[in-house]
């Protein structure tokens, strides 16, 4: 017999069995499937904080410890001895690529960079200064015209096409939405560059593809920061069922285009509660202005009357400290060190993380510093614009978007997503 979960009507008396069924790791589930048919009734759950919307193998989350992995493998160890290509590879195939195959997988993707002459001139059309979010949305979904084909889903190469160009492009998309939003021309793709070092290339070559040396004549895009760049990507590659992976899945579940699905997630991630936080972390810190304004701001992010949220704190599922913000925080002081950094955003944000960290408020409700507290500090470091942070998690999140997409695709019996509603109008 199965464990099964009782829930009693006590208006009826009546009682219903609902199984329970175990994953490989984390809390267990109750199939409420039938609840509808069994009484008449639907089950509320406001945001979802209770729900499970589907079944995956490719990231688990245990908020309450602090952990993440993808494919079974911890992001610490990922972070560290990875590269996020292979953390790609890894999310993609379910096993971590060998020499030769990250090389053939480097090599495609280097192939696949370039955009069609058609999607370039489309950027035209939005308006000069346009955020480069709405473009990289806008453009996402444009992709899908380009590459219009009803795949095959028993054909394993046709979706990994699928899935490796479109990591390929988001970076070109993302530097042109970014060199469009400054009036500044578009740098194709350099194919002897790496993944990570092209796009940092793209976002700041001057016509003609030529780069300058720093005032100290050394290279201009530095290993290190091809190095923190590339480990951003990796921390934020995938996240199991979050808003922006969820509005993949549903518009998945109704047969849309999958490129048409991930730019569903690109405007999903750009809200401020959402992949938004890091460009709104970076704006808090300069509305704060200097270290001596950090006690009455942490008042009102304290204060129940007042809206204000300390941007880049608390998050849905880790009630624990953040692992990836724990990549990030030593990654920021290596960065400190190396690129001997002591700005002004910076003591601000460490004094921030000094107070929340001990304060009773904070504490209490657990709330840590999030991934985006410090990919936005260390982005600045990077010298990216405020602007592109956003994007720069799309570029990473890709993969998980389209891994996502494959894993529902393959599922048997998925459905189209279609909750109901608790009706309160005449
Ligand atoms: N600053 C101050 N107080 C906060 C913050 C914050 N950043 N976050 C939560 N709280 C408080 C709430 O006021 C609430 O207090 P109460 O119990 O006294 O009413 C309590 O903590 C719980 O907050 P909820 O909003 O219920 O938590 P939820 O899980 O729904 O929200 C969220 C999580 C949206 C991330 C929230 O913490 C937040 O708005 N943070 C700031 C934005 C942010 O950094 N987002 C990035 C998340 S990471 C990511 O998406 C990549």
Redesign the pocket.
């Known amino acids: 017999m199965n464990d099964t979960v009782t829930i009693t009507d006590n208006r009826t008396g009546k009682s219903y069995d609902f199984d329970i069924l175990d994953g490989t790791r984390g809390p267990s589930v109750v199939n409420i499937s039938s609840f509808y048919t069994d009484t008449g009734m639907f089950t509320y759950d406001n ?1 979802y ?1 209770s729900t499970a919307s589907c079944n995956s193998s490719i990231t688990f989350i245990d908020g309450a410890k602090g952990e993440l992995r993808y494919r079974g493998i911890e992001i610490e160890e990922l972070a560290e001895k990875k590269s996020y290509l292979e953390v790609c590879f890894l999310l993609l195939n379910d096993t971590l690529p060998t020499k030769e195959q990250t090389k053939e997988f480097d090599l495609e993707l280097r192939h696949r960079s370039f955009l069609q002459e058609g999607l370039t001139n489309l950027f035209h059309a939005f308006p000069s200064g346009s955020h480069p979010m709405a473009t990289l949305s806008a453009a996402t979904a444009a992709l899908s015209t380009f590459h219009f084909n009803h795949l095959d889903m028993s054909n394993e190469s046709e979706y990994q096409t699928m899935a490796r160009r479109i990591i390929a492009k988001m970076p070109t998309l993302a530097a042109f939405a970014y060199r469009y939003s400054i009036g500044a021309c578009f740098i194709q793709p350099d194919i002897s560059k790496s993944y990570t070092e092209n796009f940092l290339y793209m976002m700041r070559a001057y016509p003609g593809g030529k780069m300058h040396m720093d005032m100290d004549g050394q290279r201009a895009i530095k290993e290190i920061e091809i190095k923190a760049l590339d480990t951003i990507f990796t921390l ?1 590659a995938d ?1 199991e069922q ?2 922006s992976t969820t509005s993949v899945r549903n518009v998945a579940s109704t047969g849309a285009h999958p490129y048409v699905a991930i730019s569903a997630g690109v405007s999903a991630l750009w809200g ?4 938004g ?2 460009e ?2 970076i704006k808090q810190l300069e509305m704060i202005g200097s270290v001596e304004n950090v006690d009455a701001f942490i008042a009102r ?2 204060d ?1 009357d007042d809206e ?9 599922v880790y009630k624990n400290f ?1 692992p990836r913000a724990k990549v990030l925080k030593s990654l920021q002081v290596q960065l400190q060190d190396e690129l001997n950094l002591d700005s002004n955003l910076m003591k601000i944000a460490n004094r921030i993380e000094e107070i929340a960290l001990n304060d009773e ?2 504490v209490s ?1 657990k ?1 840590y510093p ?4 410090y990919s936005g500090v260390i982005l600045t470091a990077l010298k990216i614009p405020t602007s592109m942070f956003t994007p720069i ?1 799309v570029i990473g999140r890709t993969v998980g978007w389209i891994t996502q997409w494959i894993e529902f695709k393959k599922g048997k019996g998925m459905k189209i997503a279609r909750p109901r509603q608790l009706y309160l109008g005449k």
């Open positions: 945001g904080t934020h996240h979050n808003a401020r509660a959402h992949g936080a890091n709104s972390v992010a304290k129940p204000f949220r300390l941007m880049g704190f608390g998050h849905r953040d408020y904070f409700r709330l999030n991934i985006d507290f998690f």
